[in-house]
C-alpha cells in the first residue's frame, strides 16, 4: 500500500508544482503587464485632463491673477470653475462633497479618502524667472487645507511641496513649450503622485501658465492588488481541479503499474499464473505482454528445470551409492593384516569425480606371496569406474591362480582387448612381495614409475622394463623385473593425479616435486607419509579443482617374521 | 584442439575413406590418457586397415609419457 501511495503521490505533487510554476509565472507576467496598461492609461487620461482644462482657461485672464486678492476677480471664479469641473468628473463626485471628506477629523480616514479618489487637486501654476507660483485652485479659500492661494511660491514650505518640487523640471519643460506631460510619481505622506501639465495660452499664443492636475497612484496599486488576489483564486481554484484531475489521472496511470507490480511479485513468489489483461494501447500495454510472454516462458521454463534437478538429483545419488561401493572394493582398514608383522601399508584413492577409474589393491596369495597393484583406467567417472571393475576383478583372479607377474598382465590384457569398442585401457603396476625372502618380482604396464626408498637412503626411481599399457592391444609381451626388499625398505606407488595434479598456471606437480616431498617426509610413518603427500599436492593446485583420481599406496617391507623377533622363540 | 574433437574429426576422415595419418605434434606438450585412447582407437583401426599413421615433432614430456605407457612400442614416431 505505501507504494501505491507513493507513485500517486509523486505525480500529484508534480502536476501541483507545475500549476503553482505555471499560473505563478503567468500572473506575475499579466500583473506587469495590466500594471504598466494601467499607468499608460492613467498618464494619458491625465495629459488629456489638463490639456482640456488647459484649453478653457484664458491665459490672458491668468495673467492677471497675481496674488490673494484677485480670488474674487470674476477671472479667478471662471478658471476655478473650469478645475471643479475637472475634479468632479474624475472622481463623479461634487467638490464640496469631496472637500468634506478631505476635512475630516480622522488622518487615517483622509488618507483612505485620498486613496480612493481620482483625481484629488487641480491648479494652475505659473512662472517667473526660476521660481514657480500657483495661480487658480479648484478648491476655495475657505478649504484652507487644500487651497493654494494665488500667488504664493511653491517652495519648501511643506513636506508635499519639497517633492512636488522635485517634478519642478519637468513643469518647467511644459511652460517652456514643450507640450502637455504627465510627471513621474512623486511621493508625499498620503502616497504616490502623479502630476498631468498642459500649457495655457494667451492670446498672443504665449505659454500664460499651466495646468496641473494631480492624481493618486494608490488607486492603480489597489488594482494590482485586486489582480494578484484574483490570481491567488484563480490559482487556488485551480490547484483544486488539477488534485482532482491528478488523482484521477495517476489512478488511471498507476493503475495498470500497479497490476504489473502484482503480477511480478506473484513471479517472485512462484506463481507464475498470474496473466495481465492491459489494453491500454501504450508502453504499459506492450510491458504487459512482454510479462505474459516471460511468465509463460518462465513457467515452461521452471517446469523442465525441475524435471532436470530432479533427474540430476537422481543421478547424483545413485552415483554417491557407486562411490561407497566402489570404496568399499578397496581395502580400507589399515592396517589390514595386524597379525603379518612383515609389512605395514597405507593407501587411499581419491576420486576427482563421484566415482573413479583408479584403484589399489592388495591380498596374500598364500602364507607368503603378498600381491600389491596400482592401476589407473584411461578417462574418468563412470565409464572408468565401469573398467576399473572389470580390470580390479581380473587382476585379483588370475594373481589368485598363483601365476607369474608378467603372465597375469599378459592374460588380463588379452581379456580386456576382447569387446573393449571404447578403446579404454589401462596402465597397472603389479608387483609379488614374497615376504618370506624379501624378493619382489613387479611388472609395470604403461603405469608411472614407481618409487623405492632402501632403508636410510634416499626415495628414488625403481627401474622397470617399459610394457604397453593393458587393453590397448592384443597379445602383447608383458616382461617383469625383481628386486630384493631389505628390512626398512618402502616402495611408493602412485597414479598421474599427483604428478600431473595442476595449478591455477596450468603447471604440473611433476615427478620432481613428488620425489622431493617424499624425500622431506621420509622419515614419517606410512600414513602420516601418504597425508603429507596429499597435504602438499593441495597447497601446490591451491583453489585449482582436481583435475584426476589420486591415488597412492606405500608398502613398508619389516623384514622376515623371524627377524623381527629379538630372540626367536625356537631357540 | 581437444581430444574429443580430434577423435570426432578422425571418424570423419575414416568415414571419407581416408586411411593413412600423420600427426604433427610439434606443439603438443601434455598428453592425457583420453589423447592417449584417441591416438590408440586410430592406431588399431589403421591396423585393421593395413595402412599406417606416424607422429612427428614429438615434445619430450609427451614422448616420456609415450615411453612410460609403452605407446612408443606401438606407435610410428619421427
Same mark, same amino acid.
Given at each position: 500500500m505505501y507504494k501505491r501511495n507513493k507513485l500517486q503521490t509523486k505525480l500529484m505533487l508534480y502536476f501541483i508544482v507545475l500549476v503553482i510554476v505555471v499560473a505563478g509565472a503567468a500572473g506575475t507576467v499579466s500583473r506587469i503587464a495590466q500594471y504598466r496598461a494601467l499607468n499608460d492609461h492613467v498618464a494619458d487620461s491625465m495629459a488629456t485632463l489638463a490639456v482640456l482644462a488647459a484649453k478653457q482657461i484664458n491665459g490672458d485672464d491668468l495673467? $492677471? *491673477?497675481?496674488? &490673494? +486678492?484677485? $480670488?474674487?476677480?470674476a477671472a479667478y471664479l471662471e478658471i476655478q470653475a473650469t478645475l471643479r469641473k475637472v475634479i468632479e468628473a474624475a472622481n463623479q463626485k461634487s467638490l464640496d462633497e469631496i472637500s468634506g471628506l478631505l476635512n475630516g477629523k480622522d488622518d487615517k480616514e483622509v488618507k483612505r479618502v485620498k486613496k480612493r479618489l481620482k483625481v484629488v487637486y487641480a491648479y494652475t501654476l505659473y512662472s517667473e524667472g526660476n521660481k514657480i507660483f500657483y495661480g487658480v #485652485?479648484?478648491?476655495?479659500?475657505? #478649504?484652507e487645507k487644500n487651497h493654494s492661494t494665488a500667488g504664493? $511660491?511653491? &517652495?519648501?514650505?511643506?513636506k508635499a511641496d519639497q517633492d512636488f518640487l522635485k517634478a519642478n523640471d519637468q513643469i518647467f519643460e511644459v511652460l517652456s513649450g514643450k507640450g502637455p506631460l504627465v510627471s513621474d510619481p512623486h511621493e508625499d505622506e498620503y502616497g504616490i503622485w502623479r502630476t498631468g501639465a498642459a500649457a495655457i495660452y494667451d492670446s498672443n499664443g504665449e505659454i500664460a501658465g499651466v495646468v496641473g492636475v494631480d492624481a493618486s497612484m494608490e488607486f492603480i496599486n489597489e488594482e494590482g492588488r485586486m489582480l494578484t488576489l484574483n490570481l491567488i483564486w484563480n490559482t487556488v481554484f485551480l490547484l483544486v481541479v488539477v488534485i482532482i484531475f491528478a488523482v484521477v489521472l495517476s489512478r488511471k496511470i498507476t493503475k495498470p503499474i500497479l497490476a504489473l507490480n502484482e503480477g511480478v511479485k506473484g513471479i517472485g513468489s512462484g506463481n507464475f499464473d498470474v496473466r495481465l489483461d492491459i489494453c491500454t494501447g501504450d508502453e504499459i500495454q506492450d510491458l504487459s505482454d512482454a510479462y505474459n510472454t516471460m511468465s509463460e516462458r518462465l513457467k515452461t521454463y521452471i517446469m523442465d528445470l525441475s524435471e532436470t534437478t530432479a533427474a540430476k538429483e537422481r543421478i547424483e545419488s545413485e552415483l554417491k551409492v557407486a562411490n561407497s561401493i566402489q570404496q568399499s572394493m578397496l581395502?580400507? *582398514? %589399515?592396517?589390514? %593384516?595386524? $597379525?603379518?608383522?612383515?609389512i605395514s601399508i597405507y593407501a587411499m584413492m581419491e576420486p576427482a569425480k563421484e566415482v573413479g577409474g583408479d584403484f589399489y589393491d592388495f591380498f596374500f596369495i598364500d602364507q607368503n606371496k603378498l600381491c600389491i597393484c596400482i592401476a589407473d583406467v584411461s578417462g574418468k567417472g563412470v565409464p572408468a569406474a565401469l573398467f576399473m571393475v572389470i580390470t580390479k576383478t581380473l587382476i585379483k583372479n588370475h594373481a589368485l591362480l598363483g601365476l607369474p607377474v608378467e603372465d597375469i598382465m599378459t592374460t588380463v590384457n588379452n581379456m580386456l582387448c576382447d569387446e573393449n569398442d571404447e578403446s579404454m585401457f589401462v596402465t597397472a603396476f603389479i608387483a609379488i612381495l614374497d615376504v618370506g625372502t624379501g624378493k619382489m618380482t613387479y611388472s609395470n604396464s604403461g603405469h608411472n614409475l614407481p618409487l623405492i626408498c632402501n632403508s636410510g637412503a634416499e626415495f628414488d626411481w625403481l627401474s622397470c622394463k617399459k610394457c604397453f599399457v593393458l +587393453? +590397448?592391444?592384443? =597379445?602383447m609381451k608383458y616382461t617383469s623385473s625383481e628386486r630384493m626388499l631389505q628390512k626398512g625398505d618402502r616402495l611408493f606407488i602412485y597414479t598421474d593425479g599427483i604428478t600431473e595434479a595442476m595449478n591455477n598456471e596450468g603447471q604440473l606437480y611433476s615427478d620432481l616435486r613428488l620425489k622431493a616431498a617424499l624425500n622431506v617426509n621420509k622419515n614419517l610413518g606410512e600414513e602420516a607419509l601418504i597425508k603429507a603427500v596429499r597435504n602438499g599436492v593441495k597447497e601446490y593446485v =591451491?583453489?585449482?579443482?582436481?583435475s584426476d583420481d589420486i591415488t597412492m599406496v606405500v608398502l613398508r617391507y619389516n623384514g622376515r617374521e623371524e627377524e623381527q623377533l629379538e630372540k626367536p622363540s625356537f631357540i | 584442439m581437444t581430444s574429443i574433437e580430434l577423435g570426432k574429426e578422425l571418424d570423419t576422415l575414416f568415414q571419407n575413406g581416408d586411411n593413412s595419418f600423420v600427426f604433427d605434434f610439434s606443439e603438443i606438450d601434455y598428453i592425457s590418457s583420453a589423447g592417449l585412447r584417441v591416438l590408440l582407437t586410430a592406431q588399431k583401426r589403421v591396423n585393421a586397415l593395413g595402412t599406417k599413421m606416424k607422429i612427428t615433432g614429438v615434445t619430450p614430456l609427451v614422448k616420456e609419457i609415450f615411453d612410460i605407457t609403452g605407446f612408443s612400442a606401438i606407435i610410428e614416431m619421427e
Open positions: 495673467a $492677471e *491673477i497675481k496674488d &490673494a +486678492g484677485s $480670488e474674487s476677480t #485652485d479648484a478648491y476655495p479659500a475657505s #478649504d504664493s $511660491e511653491v &517652495a519648501a514650505k511643506t581395502p580400507r *582398514i %589399515f592396517p589390514p %593384516f595386524p $597379525e603379518r608383522k612383515e +587393453g +590397448g592391444m592384443e =597379445n =591451491n583453489d585449482a579443482p582436481q | -
